[in-house]
């Protein structure tokens, strides 16, 4: 390409947009859905289907752990995942500013196609506009996944009941906390935990069918998954402070700026309510895998207080753990 930043051309539909179309973007999304290059990619589906769509306006855009690129792929990827499905098709738009360096979308396009193949999801259709400089942030990013329900598999907040185990991933707030310390000058060596978990998922449904329901931690934290399930499926649950893993350094960042950690948001983790008698075997399972080696379990289901989540504290009090208020860290994800 002979431009260096995208200009007002590259959304004219003329030559300057088949030049970034066939010269940046099919290289790197090439596969024979895509390569019909029609308004709309024929897909071969014959069962049950999950369906997700986000939009990703992270700042800064090039973070520690990741880019808005990966993030676009691993955050539909992972809302498919938790659904019980496994991630097929890809849908990708992104909106362009004006003056967007070439080389910086080069990098994201090529973050993308990257987790795309380690996932094993195509990338089979999508759309580029540009927008005045001023118009936008750089770049955003809008992707819609298709996934393939597994047999037998039934995710539902509705199947959650009093004995269940709470289960996570392993360490929460991590992408946060690598945000906040990217736009606040702190010096540690967080990264954003950003990473698909449909292996992952697929892995622990092969070993329980019967998981109740899952979710991926994003948005809200902690605190806002948990308070979801409990109004959603009308039950109680019992948190234990010393279970949830947290480290040092995301704790620091939150006492420096005033965060509660349960309620930072993830890009890789997910919370599963499990059997009470197959807690142990999924989490054997869990910790085989490089996305959830810290796996553990943080509490249970009880049959009081329905609607609430309440943590046992370090001291042994029981301390409620409400929604977050509002946005608390404006353009994480």
């Known amino acids: 390409m002979n431009s260096e930043t995208i200009t007002m051309a590259h959304g004219s539909g003329g030559l300057a947009s088949q030049n970034l179309l066939r010269e940046l973007i099919l290289p790197n999304f090439s596969n024979p859905a895509l390569d019909e290059l029609n308004d709309g990619a024929i897909l071969n589906v014959k069962s049950k289907i999950a369906v997700s769509t986000d939009s990703f306006i992270i700042r800064p855009i090039f973070f520690p752990g990741g880019n808005i690129g990966k993030l676009s ?119 954003s935990d950003c990473a698909p978990l449909s292996k992952l998922t697929q892995e622990m449904l092969a070993t329980e069918k019967n998981i109740a329901a899952m979710r991926d931690i994003t948005r809200g934290g902690l605190a806002e998954v948990l308070n979801e399930i409990a109004t959603e499926s009308n039950v109680g649950i019992l948190i234990d402070e010393e279970k949830i893993p947290i480290r040092d350094e995301v704790r620091g960042v939150c006492e420096i700026l005033g965060f509660d950690p349960l309620n930072l948001a993830n890009e890789g983790k997910l919370i599963a309510f499990v059997p009470s008698e197959s807690a142990e075997k999924i989490l054997d399972t869990m910790r085989k895998n490089p996305f959830g080696k810290n796996a553990c379990e943080i509490g249970e289901v009880v049959t009081n207080s329905r609607g609430r989540v309440g943590m046992k504290t370090s001291i042994g009090s029981i301390r409620v753990v409400d929604f977050p208020p509002g946005e608390l860290v404006p353009r994480i994800c």
């Open 73 to 191: 792929i691993c955050g539909t990827v992972n809302d498919l995942a938790v659904s019980g499905a496994i991630p097929k098709y890809l849908t990708a738009s992104v909106i362009l500013e004006e003056g967007f360096p070439i080389d910086d979308l080069k990098t994201i396009v090529a973050s993308m196609s990257k987790v795309a193949r380690e996932v094993g999801i195509q990338i089979v259709t999508g759309d580029t506009k540009v927008v005045e400089r001023g118009s936008a942030d750089g770049i955003f990013i809008n992707t819609t996944g298709i996934g393939e329900v597994i047999d037998g598999v039934n995710l539902s907040p509705r199947n959650v009941q009093a004995g269940m185990k709470i289960l996570v991933s392993g360490f929460l707030g991590d992408h946060s906390a690598a945000i906040l310390s990217s736009r606040h000058g702190l010096e540690t060596n967080l990264e």
